[in-house]
């Protein structure tokens, strides 16, 4: 019985990994700058706020998906259609131009920006994970 739960346990966890893995390769796709390459080379905060507020508005409504789900499936599912919510979220908001440009203002590293966009993705997150109705 023990064996049961720890094997339904790992299998929920490994894949719940795979999943923001598989978002963090996605989300530097969506965005219009290198993402890795701003964070890890040139220390731009900014686009580590934003990097990270995304992070954790996917895991929101993956936690939910964990939680509230009724098979391994249902889970997947409920997890994919995070991900695609928290994608087209970021994809959006990087496409705006002129003065409310997301683009230029992380590559420039505009903390403030950053901050809101972190704050912005959680957001995006916790109505993502509500709307998760059962």
Not at 19 to 28: E, K, R, T
């Amino acid at each position: 019985m023990l064996i049961d739960f720890l094997l339904s346990f790992s299998l929920f966890f490994i894949t719940t990994v795979a999943l923001v893995l598989l978002f963090l390769v996605l989300y530097a796709k969506v965005t219009p700058y290198d993402d890795y390459q701003m964070i890890f080379a040139e220390n731009n905060t900014a686009s580590a706020l934003g990097f990270g507020g995304a992070i954790v508005g996917l895991c929101i409504p993956l936690h939910s998906a964990l939680v509230h789900s009724i098979s391994y499936i249902d889970f997947v599912i409920w997890a994919g259609v995070a991900i695609v919510v928290q994608l087209l979220f970021a994809s959006i908001m990087t496409r705006f131009g002129g003065k409310y440009s997301v683009d230029k203002h992380i590559q420039d590293g505009n903390v403030a920006v950053g901050v809101l966009m972190a704050s912005l993705s959680i957001a995006i997150g916790l109505l993502n994970a509500g709307s998760m109705s059962y």
